[in-house]
């Protein structure tokens, strides 16, 4: 099945500075979501971007569906930004619709 | 609010028994797909339905079991419970299946611990 890779594993950040935290998949794939789990286990949408770019706020996201990555961009952090963030890809091959996690990057943001 | 509702939230139940899960999809949402959440394996895929039939399975162990009523809510059902089994189960929804815009949308989670 298809492989998602994440990294980095863990970031520590003081507020107000930027990020990126990268996702590699071996295949190509019909969709890609960026989720946020926040401390209490919630997994919150962040962007579906298959491909391009979108930004919503101080995030912003970028897929190179050839090149088999995406990029999840956080500016100027804030320490509600903490928790895990999971990047899950459907492969394209196939019938089979489910979402393929990466192990995440855990993010704390200190004040 | 994702629009995806699951309960309950916490579950705390002994090796052996038998428990439920219950999911209600986004209104208007035709696929349900069931994940779980351990500190070991992380967020696996157990199995979705479309309006009413099971599509694809992943990782379900055959002590669990799932379906999709006519009002497209979907129940997990888990027996002969074990102390792995504890873990963080989503249910997920989305419009279709098949379609190239599938955005998948998580509920809250049911937490579940076996004592």
């Known amino acids: 099945g298809i492989q998602v890779e994440q990294s980095p594993p863990d970031l520590i950040l003081q507020e107000g500075a930027n990020s990126t935290l990268r996702c590699n998949f071996s295949?190509?794939?019909?969709?890609l979501q960026w989720f946020h789990q926040n401390p209490w286990g919630q997994l919150i949408n962040l962007f579906y971007i298959p491909s391009g770019t979108k930004q919503n706020g101080r995030l912003s996201a970028t897929t190179v569906a050839t090149e088999r990555y995406s990029l999840l961009y956080i500016s100027s952090s804030q320490t509600t930004d903490s928790g895990v963030y999971f990047c899950?890809?459907?492969?394209?091959?196939?019938?089979?619709?489910?979402?393929?996690f990466g192990k995440g990057t855990l993010l704390t943001v200190n004040p | 609010d994702s629009g995806v509702t699951q309960t309950p939230k916490h579950l705390i139940t002994a090796t052996g028994q038998r428990v439920t899960l219950r999911c209600s999809p986004r209104s208007g949402d035709l696929s349900v797909y069931w994940y779980q959440q351990s500190l070991d394996q992380g967020l696996q895929f157990l199995i979705q339905y479309y309006n009413g039939e099971e599509r694809a399975k992943g990782n379900i162990l055959e002590r669990f079991s799932a379906q999709q009523f006519p009002d497209l809510h979907s129940e997990l059902n888990l027996s002969s419970l074990e102390l792995g089994d504890s873990a963080l189960y989503f249910c997920a929804s989305s419009l279709l299946a098949g379609s190239t815009y599938n955005e998948q949308f998580f509920g809250p989670g049911t937490r579940l611990t076996v004592l």
């Open positions: 295949d190509s794939v019909n969709n």
């Open positions: 899950a890809v459907e492969g394209s091959g196939g019938s089979n619709y489910k979402l393929t």
